[in-house]
């Protein structure tokens, strides 16, 4: 699977928008980019993934660009309990299960 | 419904000894996964069940770990003579599919086995 690139941390005001990059510039044609989050002593919980285009769901914005080497989550009210751990996560669509994590970056919501 | 569960939430142990830590999945789910996660790191792939069969073990790290899922739902993870660098939380995970463009895996609050 292709390798991420996330910034280790990250600041947010309450109620603002929290947009999350992540590169993935080796990402192959058969590669979703899948986004999880971690808050503290509890288990990963799945956000939202996609292949090339847009994705919005009831948590948030997956926003990838057309050369499909970077992506945006976006957290469009952000609260207090989006306070967490999140993972950018490039996944092969057959074949490979298993959900490689690197770092992610650790997301802080400012009251 | 219900999600993965784990036990124990909490597990101290002396080097050497044995443990068992226990995962049951979402009902119906067909794929379990086990993964470890270490301080200030991301979770570590572990081991995977399609069904009874273990499709994938080679994140195991050696062969003092060991899983089972015999009849396809609970699975146990066995880690014998246990050392101080299995200190680590052991999360479980399972999803319906194993395809990417719609499986979702679902994880547990995790086990943090702690071994003194």
């Known amino acids: 699977d292709a390798k991420t690139t996330q910034p280790p941390s990250m600041d947010c005001a309450e109620g603002r928008a929290a947009n999350l990059p992540c590169n993935h510039s080796?990402?192959?044609?058969?590669?979703?980019v899948y986004w999880y989050r971690q808050i503290h002593s509890q288990g990963p919980q799945y956000i939202i993934h996609?292949?090339?285009n847009n994705e919005t769901n009831e948590m948030a914005s997956l926003i990838i660009t057309e050369d499909r080497k970077s992506s945006t989550l976006i957290l469009p009210h952000a609260t207090l309990r989006d306070t967490a751990v999140y993972y950018c996560?490039?996944?092969?669509?057959?074949?490979?299960?298993?959900?490689?994590f690197g770092t992610g970056t650790r997301l802080t919501i400012i009251p | 419904g219900a999600g993965v569960s784990q036990t124990p939430s909490n597990k101290v142990t002396e080097k050497g000894k044995y443990v068992e830590l226990r995962c049951d999945p979402i009902?119906?789910?067909?794929?379990l996964y086990w993964y470890r996660q270490s301080l200030g790191q991301g979770p570590e792939f572990l081991i995977y069940?399609?069904?009874?069969?273990?499709?994938?073990d080679s994140g195991l790290p050696n062969d003092r770990f060991f899983a089972v899922r015999p009849e396809g739902s609970v699975s146990t993870l066995k880690i014998q003579r246990t050392e101080r660098g299995d200190s680590a939380v052991y999360l479980c995970?399972?999803?319906?599919?194993?395809?990417?463009?719609?499986?979702?895996?679902?994880f547990g609050p995790g086990t943090r086995l702690t071994v003194l």
């Open positions: 080796t990402i192959s044609g058969n590669e979703y």
């Open positions: 995970a399972s999803s319906l599919t194993t395809s990417a463009d719609t499986d979702t895996q679902y």
């Open positions: 996560i490039v996944r092969v669509a057959w074949g490979n299960e298993k959900l490689t």
């Open positions: 069940f399609q069904g009874t069969g273990a499709a994938d």
């Open positions: 009902s119906g789910h067909t794929a």
């Open positions: 996609g292949l090339k």
